[in-house]
Each structure stands twice: as structure tokens, then as C-alpha cells.
């Protein structure tokens, strides 16, 4: 089925409400949020992001590959978190990928991306 692209963008519009909301956050924390990730929003669209996740994790947030390296829906390493997170969101150095809300794993996945293009992901980032 073929929506157009209003539609889906209202879609999109509306599950961000909704789980910036059912997250608590305030349209200040909101706010901060946005400046904080402005760089690398645009990177990848939310269609990209939701391919690279769907083919790392199944889009599994929470998920630990079997042999305990990987790690989130992007399934990062934590040495690559780490470093990343060093760079664009210090606050999250040291914290376990797959333990991450969803909208900071989205985010690092995003600011990665920016850093080295698909590399990173070298059977799903061909995906994109």
C-alpha cells in the first residue's frame, strides 16, 4: 500500500509526540534534545535508520548478540560507543549501548554514520 508523503510524515510527527510524551520529557528537555543531535539529524532519514536497525537488531533496542559484543539495535561495540559518544555525547560514555534509550541509540547511530558512512555496518549499512 502507497500513502503519500504527508501522510507518512504526519505519522511520524505523531509516534515522536507520542513517545517523547510517554517518555516524560518536557518541551524543554524536548528542546535541548534537538540542539544537542542538530548536527547529525539529517544524516539518515527515519526510512534509512529504520532499514539499518530492522537489519542489525530486528529493531531491538535492548538486544545482546549471542556472542556478548555487540550490542543495541545498531549493535555497537562498546569500545565504538565509547568513542563516539566521546566525541558528539560525552554523557554516554560508559553507558551499555542496548541499556540507552532508543532516541540516543538512534542518535549515536546517526552521529557514527556521519563519521564513516556505512563502514561501520558492512552487511546492513549497503542497505541504505
Known amino acids: 500500500?502507497?500513502?503519500?508523503?504527508?501522510?507518512?510524515?504526519?505519522?511520524?510527527?505523531?509516534?515522536?509526540?507520542?513517545?517523547?510524551?510517554?517518555?516524560?520529557?518536557?518541551?524543554d528537555e524536548i528542546a535541548l534534545f534537538n540542539?544537542?543531535?542538530?548536527?547529525?539529524?539529517?544524516?539518515?532519514?527515519?526510512?534509512?535508520?529504520?532499514?539499518?536497525?530492522?537489519?542489525?537488531s530486528t529493531g531491538d533496542y535492548g538486544v545482546v548478540s549471542s556472542n556478548g559484543k555487540w550490542f543495541g539495535a545498531y549493535q555497537f561495540t562498546v569500545q565504538t560507543w565509547n568513542g563516539v559518544a566521546e566525541?558528539?555525547?560525552?554523557w554516554l560514555v560508559g553507558v551499555k549501548p542496548?541499556?540507552?534509550?532508543?532516541?540516543?541509540?538512534?542518535?549515536m547511530a546517526?552521529?557514527?554514520?556521519?563519521?564513516?558512512?556505512?563502514q561501520p555496518w558492512p552487511v546492513c549499512g549497503k542497505r541504505i
Open 87 to 90: 566525541r558528539n555525547y560525552p
Open 110 to 118: 546517526k552521529a557514527l554514520w556521519a563519521e564513516r558512512g556505512s
Open 35 to 56: 540542539r544537542v543531535t542538530s548536527g547529525h539529524q539529517n544524516v539518515l532519514s527515519e526510512a534509512q535508520l529504520e532499514r539499518l536497525r530492522a537489519c542489525e
Open 98 to 107: 542496548n541499556e540507552a534509550d532508543w532516541w540516543w541509540q538512534d542518535a
Open 1 to 27: 500500500m502507497h500513502f503519500p508523503r504527508p501522510k507518512i510524515i504526519r505519522a511520524l510527527v505523531l509516534m515522536l509526540g507520542i513517545a517523547f510524551a510517554a517518555s516524560a520529557c518536557t518541551p
